[in-house]
């Protein structure tokens, strides 16, 4: 059986919990897309002394492994940015398609995160969601989650991390974030984290019972 979850959205909207539950529930293999690109950005920042130098960015999602995106510290805001950096890169999202393209019709049923899953990974996707909160509650949410890790961040300094990304990845020429024309919103701005899940886990329920 194959059956795919696509679901994209902004940073920190909430999409990875909802995916990790949507998946659980299914029974379903899960892939948080955002952390090809964070393994990528990671390692680019370590070779380039700070630095992203394109070519070897590219090098890297070549030889990206399992392994990599096991490997700590891929969290924090400032690989997000390198994240958000080496995702606009044009080689580096092709180097990592089929590996993507081939998680999404694994037997089983997968569940996908990411910007451009519903749009470009799995345009055929049996589901696809699009996760969003106000920007506000997006940067209240990061900001508790770094401030654990990171006693030096601020809100504001989260404020402006987030809105770059959005801006640089809705904007990109290649595979740019937005909403696929045929998927189910999820404003989860005004929602707990259970109420989120239940209504994602519906939502897939209605097209899974179906299909
Ligand atoms: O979901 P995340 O915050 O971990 O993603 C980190 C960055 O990776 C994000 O700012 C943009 C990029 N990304 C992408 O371009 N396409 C994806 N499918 C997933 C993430």
């Given at each position: 059986m194959?059956?795919?979850?696509?679901?994209?959205?902004?940073?920190?909207?909430?999409?990875?919990?909802?995916?990790?539950?949507?998946?659980?529930?299914f029974?379903?293999?899960?892939?948080?897309?955002?952390?090809?690109?964070?393994?990528?950005?990671?390692?680019?920042?370590?070779?380039?002394?700070?630095v992203?130098?394109?070519?070897?960015?590219?090098?890297?999602?070549?030889?990206?492994?399992?392994?990599?995106?096991?490997?700590?510290?891929?969290?924090?805001?400032?690989?997000?940015?390198?994240?958000?950096?080496?995702?606009?890169?044009?080689?580096?999202?092709?180097?990592?398609?089929?590996?993507?393209?081939?998680?999404?019709?694994?037997?089983?049923?997968?569940?996908?995160?990411?910007?451009?899953?519903?749009?470009?990974?799995?345009?055929?996707?049996?589901?696809?969601?699009?996760?969003?909160?106000?920007?506000?509650?997006?940067?209240?949410?990061?900001?508790?989650?770094?401030?654990?890790?990171?006693?030096?961040?601020?809100?504001?300094?989260?404020?402006?991390?987030?809105?770059?990304?959005?801006?640089?990845?809705?904007?990109?020429?290649?595979?740019?974030?937005?909403?696929?024309?045929d998927?189910?919103?999820?404003?989860t701005?005004?929602?707990?984290?259970?109420?989120?899940?239940?209504?994602?886990?519906?939502?897939?329920?209605?097209?899974?019972?179906?299909?």
């Open positions: 194959q059956f795919t979850v696509a679901i994209d959205g902004p940073a920190a909207a909430g999409k990875g919990t909802v995916a990790r539950a949507v998946a659980e529930a029974g379903f293999a899960h892939l948080d897309t955002g952390l090809l690109y964070r393994a990528v950005g990671a390692r680019a920042m370590m070779r380039g002394r700070g992203i130098v394109p070519e070897i960015a590219v090098e890297i999602a070549k030889g990206l492994t399992e392994k990599d995106l096991a490997r700590e510290g891929l969290r924090t805001a400032r690989v997000a940015q390198a994240a958000s950096k080496v995702a606009a890169l044009p080689e580096v999202r092709a180097a990592l398609l089929d590996f993507q393209k081939a998680f999404a019709r694994r037997e089983g049923g997968a569940v996908l995160d990411g910007r451009d899953i519903g749009t470009v990974i799995c345009p055929d996707a049996e589901v696809k969601l699009y996760v969003t909160a106000s920007d506000e509650v997006r940067a209240q949410r990061r900001y508790e989650e770094l401030k654990a890790k990171n006693p030096e961040t601020t809100l504001e300094r989260v404020k402006i991390d987030l809105h770059q990304r959005d801006v640089r990845d809705a904007a990109r020429d290649v595979a740019p974030m937005r909403a696929p024309e998927a189910l919103l999820l404003d701005s005004e929602l707990s984290i259970d109420a989120a899940v239940a209504e994602a886990v519906a939502l897939v329920k209605k097209r899974f019972d179906k299909a």
